[in-house]
């Protein structure tokens, strides 16, 4: 082999060397779980690994952590120091309840072999609260009502960081059979309430972070038909006033024959003289 050969075979294993060395330690991580613009809640298993999968050491837990940051500061997530390492990756389950509500926080992931640390960062929606719906106390406008008498439910469900992905609202009757309600408010009329006994309507919100609110009221119908309840009243006094009628008649008649008992006597009277 000549020098010239020579040389060129020298700067050939230098530029490999460069290669190597630029990729040992320009080394990124990629997320795996969660993703981008995820929204977090109770336990989350977290996932990051090396992006080329190529490092000469495989990492390690102690030199692996997670953090959040939803308030300006990077803090250490709770449970972040339970790692299981692959010969590319690291993972654990995270309390998010321990973490401040947020959205668009960035989770941060680190990484790292004996060698060196790589880290990367995404933005996701810290999210442990349940949707605010309507309050149980107003669910139904009234609680205690006649048959076929309308009622008034009312299920609105708001969320302040997620999305609310369903809102469920129904009614079960007294022979436990459910009718499921789309809109609110919503009217329950007087054919849905013919049953006497108790109504219970729910209101159900899940939201896109896994947070459910449930809210139930209930009322009750006790009694007959108001229109019922009338026409019987309105039957009975009719029959008082008849017979009220038939008494007076009887009455007046009895009078009439003792009139003319009296009459007939004072005649009799007159002609024995």
Not at 147 to 163: E, F, G, R
Request: with cysteine; proline share 2%; aromatic share 6%.
């Amino acid at each position: 082999m000549n020098k010239s050969q020579q040389n060129m075979l020298l700067a050939f294993a230098f530029i490999i060397t460069s290669i190597f060395v630029m990729q040992l330690s320009s080394a990124a991580v990629t997320w795996v779980q969660p993703l981008i613009n995820a929204n977090l809640s109770a336990t989350q298993l977290v996932n990051c690994s090396y992006t080329n999968g190529t490092d000469t050491t495989s990492p390690i837990a102690a030199n692996t952590s997670f953090a959040f940051n939803g308030t300006g500061t990077f803090i250490a997530v709770s449970g972040s120091s339970n790692f299981v390492c692959s010969a590319n990756a690291c993972w654990t389950t995270i309390d998010t309840r321990t973490l401040t509500d947020s959205a668009g926080g960035s989770l941060n992931c680190t990484i790292g072999n004996q060698t060196l640390q790589a880290n990367t960062a995404i933005r996701v929606t810290v999210d442990n609260t349940a949707p605010v719906c309507t309050a149980a106390a107003s669910l139904v406008s009234k609680r205690d009502v006649e048959s076929m008498t309308n009622v008034i439910a009312t299920c609105s469900c708001a969320d302040a960081l997620s999305t609310v992905t369903t809102t469920t609202r129904t009614l079960t009757k007294p022979s436990t059979s459910t009718l499921t309600i789309g809109s609110s408010p919503f009217t329950i009329t007087r054919n849905i309430t013919t049953a006497l006994g108790t109504y219970s309507f729910n209101c159900l919100a899940n939201d896109s972070s896994g947070n459910i609110n449930s809210q139930t009221a209930k009322f009750t119908v006790n009694g007959e038909d108001l229109n019922v309840i009338s026409t019987t009243s309105s039957t009975n006094t009719q029959r008082h006033s008849n017979s009220m009628i038939l008494i007076i008649i009887l009455v007046a008649a009895v009078i009439a024959i003792i009139v003319i008992v009296v009459i007939l006597s004072a005649s009799g009277s007159k002609k024995r003289r």
